[in-house]
C-alpha cells in the first residue's frame, strides 16, 4: 500500500483486494481466483514504474556525464519501517523485492538513481552487504552532520537579528549545529520564550526522552505518557543494555574534556565486549558512532562513508562514540549535575558491579569444589596432585581478590545509600515546615 501510494500507482490494491474477496465469497468454487499475492502486487506497481523509467531514460543524452534531468527514486524510512514490521515472512518478502529491483533498475537497466533515507546508524553497512549479494556492487554512503557552531550562530543571528550575541551564544553552547533543534528553537523564540529559558526547556525535554528511552523512567511527571498510533503498532522491544552501562557511558561522555570516546572503549571497559548492546544503545539514537578521520563538527554533505569505514578496517581511522546530538550531551551534563538522579544511578552501578564480582566469586568456588572431588581420598589438602595443588592456589588467590573487592564496592554502596537517606530526610524536612507555614 505504501509503494502504491508513493509511485503514484492506481487503483490502490487495497481497493483491488476488497473487489477481489468480495467476488471470491460469491464464487462456490476457486476461493482465491480473484484476489492477487503481496509478491504479485508488488511486482505489478515495479512493471508500471519500469515502464515508465524507460520511457524516461530514452530521453537521456549518450554521455552520461553530461548535466541532464535523471530520474531518482527515494525510499525514505523504508528500512525502519521493514525492522518493525511484526509479520517478518512479509518484511523479507518486500526488503528482497525492493532491493532486487533497486540493483536492477539502478545497476543493470540504469534507468534511475536510488537512493535510501534512513537515520539508523548502521543501516550503509546492512544495506552494503545486501547490495552487494544482489551483484549490484559498490554503493555511496551520505552522512548530513550537524554544521559547525560557527555556521549554526550565523543561522540563529540570521533568524534572531534583534537579540544580543550573549543569549545566541549561551544558545548554540547547548543546542550546537543540529539544524532541527535550531529550528525548535527558533520556533519557540517567535512564540514569545524568551531564548535562555527556551534553551531550558529543550534541554528539559532531552533528559525526559532519554530517562523514558534509556532507562524506563516514562511516568516522571504521574501521568500516562501520550503514545501515538503509529507508536502502538510497533512492537515493543526490550532494551539490550543495561541500566548501569548506559549511565557510566553519559558519565564519561558528560566530562567537559572528553566529547567523545573511542568505540573500543565503551565497548570492552563499560560494555564488556557486548557489542549488540553498545549498537543497541546507538541504533535507538542516544548516542552517535562517527569516523575520527573526520571531525564530528564537520558536515561534509557528500563526504564518503563507505571509504572511511574500509580505511578504518586498515588501521588509518578511529570508530569514536559522541552523544546522539550537542542537545543530548547537555542533557548528559545535566543529568549527571543532578544530584538525586546522580546518587540513584550511583546506587545502580555500585549493585551491578557487585553482582559482576558475586557471579565470579560463584564460579570459583564452584571451581574449588570440583577440585575437592579430584582428591584421592575425600579431604582437601593432603595428598593431592601436584597440577591440583597449583589450580587450588589459583584459584583461593582470585577468591581472596574478589572477595576483598565485592568489600570495597560494598562500602562506597552503604555510603552513597547514606548520603541517598540524608537527602530524603532534609527532603521530608522541608516539607514539615512547608506544611507548618500552610503551604
Known amino acids: 500500500e505504501t509503494l502504491t501510494r508513493g509511485t503514484g500507482f492506481f487503483p490502490s490494491f487495497s481497493l483491488l483486494s476488497s473487489v477481489g474477496n468480495m467476488v471470491d465469497s460469491l464464487m462456490p468454487t476457486g476461493k482465491g481466483a480473484f484476489t492477487s499475492t503481496s509478491s504479485t502486487q508488488i511486482s505489478t506497481i515495479y512493471g508500471c514504474l519500469d515502464s515508465a523509467l524507460l520511457g524516461k531514460a530514452k530521453k537521456y543524452p549518450a554521455n552520461p556525464h553530461q548535466l541532464a534531468d535523471y530520474s531518482v527514486v527515494v525510499f525514505d524510512g523504508f528500512l525502519s519501517m521493514v525492522a518493525h514490521m511484526e509479520d517478518r515472512e512479509k518484511a523479507n518478502l518486500l526488503l528482497d523485492s525492493v532491493l532486487n529491483w533497486a540493483v536492477m533498475a539502478s545497476s543493470k537497466k540504469a534507468v534511475t538513481h536510488v537512493i535510501f533515507v534512513s537515520s539508523d546508524q548502521f543501516s550503509a553497512d546492512f544495506l552494503g552487504k545486501l547490495v552487494d549479494q544482489r551483484g549490484g556492487g559498490r554503493i555511496d554512503v551520505f552522512d548530513v552532520g550537524d554544521v559547525p557552531s560557527e555556521v549554526a550562530l550565523e543561522y540563529i543571528q540570521h533568524g534572531l537579528p534583534d537579540r544580543d550575541n550573549k543569549s545566541l ?6 543546542i550546537g549545529g543540529r539544524f532541527y533543534d535550531l529550528e525548535m528553537l527558533l520556533h519557540k523564540v517567535f512564540g514569545g520564550v524568551p531564548i535562555k529559558e527556551s534553551v531550558d526547556s529543550m534541554v528539559s525535554q532531552a533528559i525526559h526522552k532519554i530517562r523514558s528511552e534509556g532507562f524506563g523512567l516514562e511516568n516522571i511527571s504521574g501521568t500516562p505518557p501520550i503514545v501515538s498510533i503509529e507508536q502502538k503498532k510497533l512492537p515493543t522491544l526490550s532494551p539490550k543494555w543495561t541500566k548501569a552501562q548506559l549511565w ?40 552517535r558512532v562517527y569516523n575520527s578521520e573526520h571531525h564530528e563538527d564537520d558536515a561534509h554533505v557528500g563526504l564518503d562513508l563507505v571509504q572511511a569505514k574500509r580505511k578504518n578496517h586498515h588501521g588509518t581511522g578511529q570508530l569514536m562514540i559522541t552523544a546522539f546530538s550537542p542537545l543530548y550531551r547537555s542533557a548528559f551534563q545535566e543529568m549527571v549535575t543532578d544530584h538525586v538522579l546522580s546518587l540513584g544511578m550511583g546506587v545502580i552501578v555500585k549493585k551491578s558491579q557487585i553482582d559482576e564480582e558475586m557471579a565470579k566469586l560463584t564460579k570459583v568456588e564452584d571451581e574449588l569444589s570440583k577440585l575437592q572431588g579430584l582428591t584421592s581420598k575425600g579431604y582437601f589438602y593432603s595428598n593431592e596432585a601436584i597440577p591440583v595443588a597449583k589450580r587450588r592456589h589459583l584459584l583461593e588467590e582470585k577468591l581472596r581478590d574478589l572477595t576483598s573487592k565485592i568489600e570495597e564496592l560494598d562500602k562506597e554502596l552503604k555510603a552513597l545509600q547514606k548520603e541517598q537517606q540524608k537527602g530524603s530526610v532534609a527532603f521530608e524536612k522541608e516539607m514539615k515546615e512547608a506544611l507548618q507555614n500552610g503551604y
Do not use: C, M, Q
Open 169 to 174: 551564544e549561551y544558545a548554540v553552547k547547548h
Open 248 to 287: 557510566e557511558t553519559i558519565r564519561r561522555l558528560s566530562l567537559e574534556s572528553k566529547d567523545s570516546i573511542p568505540y573500543d572503549e565503551l565497548l570492552f571497559n563499560v560494555f564488556l565486549g557486548d557489542e549488540a548492546a553498545l549498537n543497541s544503545v546507538i541504533t535507538s539514537n542516544l548516542l
